[in-house]
């Protein structure tokens, strides 16, 4: 298989590029029909938890204000690193009717090239479109036996070189460690207020190890660099109008005027980070960030192949 970093750059519905990385995950997407695949999923979720490999599902996250279609079905299928199709047909007025919705997404898996295990019971009949497809029949009395040797077979055959062997999440915060930096729990109001500053551009807020110094953390891995630039504007101009306003929220009472200077000096310092997934979206934020009038505010941009590097530190 091949085991080279491959972003999609063409939308299939005619969006901007998304630029997901196919295969980046440790996943695997389902497609299956909601009212019919019970006693399917509820063995196929716990196979997978077993095996380390988190399930994503249409029917499983929310979108808010994003295109569903696009964060729930396309961009999960071309970042897991499998995909399985439950193949059942509905049954209408007492004759087998293939499941529009699960059929449109085994489309989009092989049109993405994945890997794809397909499933249907023994007793129906596949489209004559996919008929051809060799495709895993099952009982209720096997589908477990066959699902574990579809999955394990799936794993091998799709294992990735560059696959972390823990959560992302988890190298990321090993990651700030190393950078003498902690994620900050928001114990207090006055943390919880900078928090609030970022939150609405998905920024979190980080510390330094005394927790004198702050630092705004923006993971925009699956962002394109002209997104993330308008995020890291966006967030200099809230902190920068925040400091500007403080000696007339003093005035009108709504500041404690002996504290205005304090947090002037606090919000001058704070910094922002960032991680991409390239090293050449880090090169391009970076020089575009040299342009004037420039950053604002210290910026750091780190690319996963930077914290790749930080980590071999550990060993």
């Known amino acids: 298989m091949d085991k080279r970093i491959r972003r999609n750059e063409l939308c299939i519905i005619g969006l901007p590029r998304c630029d997901f990385v196919?295969?980046?995950?440790?996943?695997?997407?389902?497609?299956?029909?909601?009212?019919?695949?019970?006693?399917?999923?509820?063995?196929?979720r716990n196979l997978l938890e077993k095996r380390d490999i988190q399930t994503e599902e249409a029917g499983g996250s929310l979108a808010p204000a994003q295109s569903a279609f696009c964060r729930k079905i396309c961009s999960k299928i071309i970042t897991s690193q499998f995909c399985i199709v439950i193949l059942n047909n509905e049954i209408r007025d007492g004759r087998e009717v293939p499941n529009a919705n699960v059929n449109m997404e085994y489309g989009l898996m092989l049109g993405f090239n994945k890997y794809v295990i397909p499933f249907q019971k023994e007793s129906q009949t596949l489209p004559f479109n996919v008929a051809g497809l060799d495709t895993v029949k099952y009982t209720e009395t096997n589908f477990e036996t066959r699902a574990i040797q579809s999955l394990d077979q799936a794993i091998t055959e799709t294992h990735q070189d560059l696959t972390p062997p823990i959560n992302p999440d988890q190298l990321i915060s090993i990651f700030l460690l190393q950078k003498k930096a902690l994620l900050n729990p928001l114990t207090n109001e006055g943390d919880k207020n900078i928090f609030y500053l970022g939150s609405p551009l998905n920024f979190n807020l980080i510390n330094d190890f005394s927790g004198m110094n702050y630092m705004f953390l923006g993971n925009f891995t699956d962002l394109r660099p002209e997104v993330v630039l308008w995020r890291i504007k966006m967030l200099t101009d809230i902190i920068a109008d925040r400091r500007s306003s403080l000696k007339d929220?003093?005035?009108?009472?709504?500041?404690?005027?002996?504290?205005?200077?304090?947090?002037?000096?606090?919000?001058?310092?704070?910094?922002?980070?960032?991680?991409?997934?390239?090293?050449?979206?880090?090169?391009?934020?970076?020089?575009s960030l040299k342009k004037p009038p420039g950053p604002r505010f210290e910026t750091q941009i780190f690319s996963l192949n930077d914290i790749r590097t930080e980590l071999e530190k550990l060993s």
């Open 22 to 44: 196919f295969s980046s995950t440790r996943t695997c997407f389902i497609a299956y029909g909601f009212s019919q695949s019970t006693f399917e999923m509820t063995i196929l």
């Open 249 to 287: 929220r003093g005035r009108l009472g709504l500041f404690d005027l002996a504290k205005i200077e304090f947090f002037d000096e606090f919000l001058k310092r704070i910094q922002i980070w960032i991680i991409v997934t390239r090293d050449e979206d880090k090169t391009s934020i970076q020089e």
